[in-house]
């Protein structure tokens, strides 16, 4: 993961901060204070659609409806 460098970007101390990424998302992080500021990752938005939610066999009369 490429840092980038803020210089005197961080809202405590005025120092510089890199912004870096773990598993969790990016967050920036000051390199004098050590403070540490999440940055809001946009969530990945999934267009499925609601289908049968229950796991295992369907019931028959649900079955009856589907093919109906
Ligand atoms: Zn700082």
């Not at 005025?14 to 809001?40: F, N, Q, W």
């Not at 796991?55 to 028959?60: A, F, I, T």
């Amino acid at each position: 993961m490429v840092t980038a460098v803020g210089f005197k970007a961080c809202p405590r101390c005025g120092g510089d901060v890199h912004t870096k990424a773990d598993m969790y998302g990016s967050y920036r992080e000051c390199l004098h204070c050590g403070h540490v500021s999440d940055i809001p990752t946009p969530r990945a938005k999934f267009a499925w659609t609601k289908g049968r939610l229950k796991p295992g066999r369907p019931r028959k009369s649900a079955t009856k409806r589907d093919a109906a």
